[in-house]
């Protein structure tokens, strides 16, 4: 497909809403240390806050939109419950994420605030040795088209239901090193409004920690994504993923009941969809 935007033309409506309304912008995606499972009983109350912020975006490896000037500021609620799962022995995290956020597009003027889609789901881990560090969980989460704006390419809806399936390892070398790997596919519904089809997503998230001590560490983290293509009466909205990120996280505990996470994220390779320039986002736990 031809470039769609080039010095001083314009981008078609509808392009521009598919680009700014990528389920790539904001979401809550497996941090380092989410597969480790905690004991039965345990509640978790998160909040994360996320300010990324995207001026390109690109459709078959070429850029298709300059100068967006897309700012969004978003929070998520996030609570978390391990219990065993059905007297089986295994643990589980039934859950429920909210997230809700600002976006203001320079290059149009638009704003947009509200609710975004809600996601609920839950973990089950097959593996689950806490002396050794050493975890297995699998995960489905299903995200509902709640979010406010729907057809106003507000970034937090995609208006469109999706089920998300995750498999997440996290290996313990020894006290100092962990490697999380986390596998993940997600699916779409047809796009309630418009009909416009998206194939799956593929994504692979890697995260090397150490810990400086148990309650300090920092993590070097890598995520990749292939596939979303999304096409409308024969027309591509967006070709399929090739993308990659890195970030950089610390986290510590505050006491035995708090944590504290600080990260930065930063696209280095995208083929499709808006390019993260950069991406500073915090998350606060309590445990009870």
Not at 78 to 95: C, K, S
Not at 140 to 156: E, I, S, Y
Not at 200 to 221: D, E, G, K, M, W
């Amino acid at each position: 497909m031809k470039a769609l935007l080039h010095k001083g033309g314009a981008l078609p409506c509808s392009l521009f809403l598919a680009l700014c309304a990528s389920p790539a912008l904001a979401d809550v995606r497996p941090d380092s240390g989410d597969y480790a499972a905690l004991p039965p009983g345990t509640d978790l109350a998160l909040l994360y806050q996320q300010n990324p912020r995207i001026d390109r975006s690109y459709m078959g490896g070429k850029r298709a939109a300059d100068n967006l000037d897309l700012d969004l500021t978003v929070g998520v609620l996030r609570l978390v419950h391990f219990t065993e799962f059905f007297n089986t022995g295994l643990i589980w995290d039934p859950q429920i994420i909210i997230p809700y956020g600002h976006q203001e597009i320079g290059a149009t003027g638009q704003k947009n605030s509200g609710l975004g889609d809600i996601t609920f789901g839950a973990t089950v881990w097959s593996l689950a040795d806490m002396e050794r560090n050493r975890h297995l969980g699998w995960s489905l989460f299903v995200t509902a088209p709640t979010g406010a704006d729907k057809n106003q390419g507000f970034a937090l809806s995609g208006n469109r239901w999706a089920a998300d399936f995750q498999v997440g390892y996290v290996h313990g070398f020894n006290e100092r090193w962990t490697w999380d790997v986390i596998a993940e596919t997600e699916f779409y519904q047809e796009q309630r409004d418009t009909g416009a089809h998206r194939d799956p997503l593929i994504q692979l998230h890697n995260h090397l920690r150490y810990n400086f001590t148990p309650a300090t560490s920092v993590a070097l983290s890598y995520r990749h994504n292939w596939g979303s293509r999304e096409t409308l009466d024969g027309q591509t909205l967006e070709t399929s993923h090739n993308n990659g990120t890195v970030g950089l996280s610390a986290t510590t505990m505050l006491g035995k009941q708090w944590q504290v996470m600080g990260q930065y994220w930063r696209d280095v390779d995208v083929r499709s969809g808006p390019m993260t320039d950069h991406s500073l986002q915090f998350r606060l736990a309590y445990i009870y």
